[in-house]
């Protein structure tokens, strides 16, 4: 990562948001497990499989749920504005096969960041349209914008409208 930022060093400040999300931040939670070859365990595997081509095919953004009886399970992939497709399937993909590896057997887990940055989520609850304010995480960019302060200014402003009228 600090390769890429020295590299990258001459580069707007503000790509160097874009690198600082480079990290994986993975949350495997505790609350419940599965083993692998049950009813939760081949549905987990079927419904992080349909995100992988569905969320390059419907713009950066899907979710799915598989709904029956005591095996619910809801799951949402989704991308930055600018990815491009194929960095989008390849970086879901990495997330994903991270997600699988790193909490085996958690019925809840979320991961967010990677190169190029994307959120997988998945839960036995349903969690779509909900706001929740855990987990936070904070970055900061050590970049000096004094030179470009006006433009940093009218980005940022517009970029927070558009947020809060999403
Ligand atoms: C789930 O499994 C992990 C080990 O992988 C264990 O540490 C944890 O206590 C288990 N949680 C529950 C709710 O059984
Ligand atoms: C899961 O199923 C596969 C194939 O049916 C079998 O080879 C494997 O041993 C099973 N794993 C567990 C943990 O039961
Ligand atoms: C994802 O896409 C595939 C083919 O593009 C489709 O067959 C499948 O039903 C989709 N998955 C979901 C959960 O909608
Ligand atoms: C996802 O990544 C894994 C591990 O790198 C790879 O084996 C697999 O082929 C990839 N899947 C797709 C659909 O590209």
């Not at 990562?1 to 790509?15: G, T």
């Not at 993975?26 to 987990?44: A, E, L, P, V």
């Not at 960095?87 to 085996?104: E, F, R, V």
């Not at 019925?107 to 909900?130: H, Q, V």
Request: with cysteine; glycine share 6%.
């Amino acid at each position: 990562m600090w390769i890429k930022l020295k590299a990258l060093s001459s580069i707007l400040s503000h790509l160097l948001i874009v690198i600082a999300l480079v990290d994986v931040n993975q949350r495997c939670y505790d609350t419940g497990n599965f083993t692998r070859n049950s009813t939760y365990g081949k549905h987990r595997d079927l419904i992080l499989a349909s995100l992988l081509p569905n969320v390059s095919a419907n713009g950066g953004f899907f979710t799915a749920s598989i709904d029956q009886n005591s095996n619910k399970i809801y799951a949402l992939g989704m991308f930055r504005g600018d990815s491009t497709p194929n960095g989008c399937y390849t970086g879901l993909n990495a997330s994903i096969q991270d997600l699988i590896a790193s909490c085996p057997n958690r019925k809840e887990t979320l991961s967010w960041g990677g190169d190029p940055p994307c959120l997988t989520r998945y839960a036995n609850r349903p969690f779509f349209e909900i706001l929740e304010l855990q987990p936070t995480n904070a970055g900061y960019n050590t970049a000096d914008i004094t030179s470009i302060l006006t433009q940093f200014d009218t980005i940022w402003e517009s970029l927070m409208d558009r947020v809060v009228s999403c």
